[in-house]
C-alpha cells in the first residue's frame, strides 16, 4: 500500500514537471498568446489533479484535496497580484497627469549642458522613481528624455536607451514593490507560511547591487554598446527634426513671456519653437526680431513640431488656443449638445447673432490631439478658420497648420486653407472621433494621442505619496494601500473607468495566477524538495556560500529566457527548501529569488523594459547580451561577496 502511494505521488510529481517545462516553452516561443498558454496550464492543472488528487487538509480543514480547483485558482484572488494590478494603475495616472514628465524635465534642467551629468541624472532619477513605481511607464517617459540627451550631446541612441532600461531594471531590485517579481517572492513566502519580507527588508543589498550597476551603465556600457543610427529617428523624435506647424502664441497678462527679449534674433523663451512674425495690433513685426520685447497681447506666430505644441499646452494652454473673435470680428460660442437650427452647413458659414455661452470643451477632461488633412474635394479650401467656423462644427480646437509648398508668414486665423493642409487639432476622444465622418477633413487615424492631464497632477502625486507612505510605514499591508490608491485615482477622476481597466494587463493576469499553481502543485507533489535534493547532491560538500552563489546564477539564466515572474513564484519553494537543507538563513535564498528573478539584461523578452528600448536605440537581438552579460557577471560577483555577509552565512 506504502509503494502504491509513493508510485502515485512520484507520477503527479513528474506530470506537475512536464507541465511546468511545457509551459516554459510556450512561454519562450512566444507563438502562442501568453493569455491563452497561462489559461491552459490551469486547465490542464486542475482537469489532472481532479482525476489524480493529493488528499491533505484541505481548504475546509478535513481531509480532502489539497489541490482541488480553489485551491489552483486561488491565484486570481492573491494579494500579490491584486497589488501588481493596482500598481499598474496607480503608474497609469502618473503617466496620464504628466508628473514624471514634469520631474523627468526638471532633473535634466538642473544638470545644464554637462555630458556625463545629465546622463548620470537621468539614470539614478529612473532607478530612483523604479523602486516604487511599475518600471514599465517610467521607461515609457524617459525615452524622450534620453532621446533628446542623444541629440544634444551628438550622441547615437543606442548607446542611452538600453541603460535607462536596465537601470529601470535595478530600481526593481530596492523596494518590495519595485517589481512584480518582489511581490510574488513574497506572496510565495506566505503560502509555505514563512516569514514575508518587510517594505524594505532588501534594500541595503539591493542598492549595493544597483548602485554597483549604475558605475557599469555609466562608465561601461556606452563602449560596448554599437553606434547605431537609422530611418527610425526621422520618427521617434520631433524635438528636432519632424514636420513643423504654424501655430500662433497669444501673450497674455500673466504669461511668463512678458518682458523676454529677443537675442540676436532667436526668441529663446519660445524653446526650440522657431519665431516667424509677430503681431502687435495692426503692426507686424518681421524678421529679424532685434530689441523685440514681448508685451501683453502680442501674437507670436511660430514653428513648431508636435511634441513642442503638446509641451507648450501643458506650460500655457490659453496662450495657443487662437482669438477667433479678434480674428473675425465674433465668434460663435460653443453651445453643448446642439447646433443652431440656421447654420448654413453647405457654405461652411456661422450665422449671426448670440447663443448662451458654456465651458468649452477642450479645456478639461480628457483630451486628445490628432492631425487631419484637408482632401482635394473639401469644401472649405480658400476658406480661413474663422470663417470656416471649425471649432463651433466639430467641437475641435485648430491649434496649428501644416502646409510643405513654402514658408507662411501670417496668423494662423488668416491662412486660407488648401488641399493638402495638414490641422493640428485638440478635441475630446468622442468628438475627434467624429471627425471619421467629417467629409471636409480626412483625420489621419494613427495620430490620436490622449493629453496629459496637468490639473490632476497634485492629486496623483499626493496618491502615490500616501501608497509609499503607508507600505513603507506599516500602516496597511501592501495590497490594501496599493488597491485604495488604485480606487483613490478613479475616485478623485485623475482616470475614469475606462483608462484604469486600460492599465491593468491581461498577460500579468493570467500568467501570475498560472505561475502559483504551478508552484502550489509543485510544493504539494513534493517536486520543490526534489529538485532542492537534486541540487544539494550535484554540491555535496559545498559550503552555503557556494550554494547561494551557483544557485542565483543558475536563476539568472533561466530568468532571461523564461517569464520572470513565473520563476519568482516555481523557485521560492525549492529556494527555502535548499536552505533547510544546508542549514542557511532562509532569507539569504529567497531575496536571491527576488535579485535574480530581476536581472533580464541578456536578452530582449526576459523584460518588458527591454522591448520597449529596442526600437528607439534600433538594438538587435545580440546587442542585450554584449552588454546584459558582463553586468549579470558584475551583479553575480558583487552578490556572492556581500549578500552571504550581510546575512552573517
Known sequence: MHASATV?????????????????ALYAWEKVAIEVTSLGVLCVLMIFFYAFPIQGTGLSGTVDNILSPEVLLSGFSNPALITVLALLVIGQGMVRTGVLDVAAHFVLGCCGGTHWLSIFAVLFTATLVSGFLNNIPVVVIFIPIMQALADRFDMAPSKLMMPLSFAAILGGMTTLIGSGSNLLVNSALIGIEREPFGFFDFTVPGLVLAGVGLVYLLVVAPWLLPRREGMAESLVGGQTGGKQYIAQVT??????????????????????????MVQRGEEAILPPF???????????????????IQEALARDAEGLYPDLESASGGVVPYTAGHKPAEMDESEGNLPDGDLDDSPTPWHGGERVLAEAMIPPASRIIGQTLPQVGFRFKTHCIVLGVQRRSRMIRTRMTEIRLQAGDVLLVQGSPVDVQALRTNQDVLLIEWSAAELPAHHHAK??????????LAAATGLVPIVIAGLTGAAAMVGLGVLNIRQAFRAVDTKILTMIPAALAMGAAMHATGGAHFVASAVMGLFQGAGPWAVLSI???????????????????????????????????????????????????????????????MAPGHYRFTDFARAGVPLILLIWAVFSLFVPWWYGM
Open 290 to 308: 532685434e530689441d523685440y520685447e514681448a508685451r501683453a497681447g502680442d501674437v507670436l506666430v511660430v514653428a513648431a513640431t508636435r511634441k513642442e
Open 459 to 468: 492629486r496623483a502625486a499626493t496618491v502615490l505619496l500616501g501608497v509609499v
Open 551 to 613: 544557485f542565483f546564477i543558475t536563476m539568472v539564466v533561466l530568468t532571461n529566457v523564461i517569464s520572470s515572474k513565473a520563476m519568482a513564484v516555481l523557485f521560492t519553494p525549492i529556494a527555502v527548501d535548499l536552505a533547510i537543507s544546508i542549514n542557511a538563513p532562509v532569507e539569504a535564498f529567497a531575496v536571491a529569488v527576488v535579485f535574480a528573478a530581476n536581472c533580464s539584461f541578456a536578452s530582449p523578452i526576459g523584460y518588458q523594459t527591454n522591448l520597449l528600448v
Open 251 to 276: 501673450v497674455g497678462a500673466s504669461s511668463h513671456l512678458v518682458g523676454e527679449k529677443a537675442v540676436g534674433g532667436i526668441f529663446p523663451a519660445l524653446g526650440n519653437m522657431t519665431l516667424r
Open 8 to 24: 502515485a505521488a512520484d507520477f503527479q510529481m513528474w506530470v506537475t514537471f512536464l507541465v511546468i517545462i511545457v509551459a516554459f
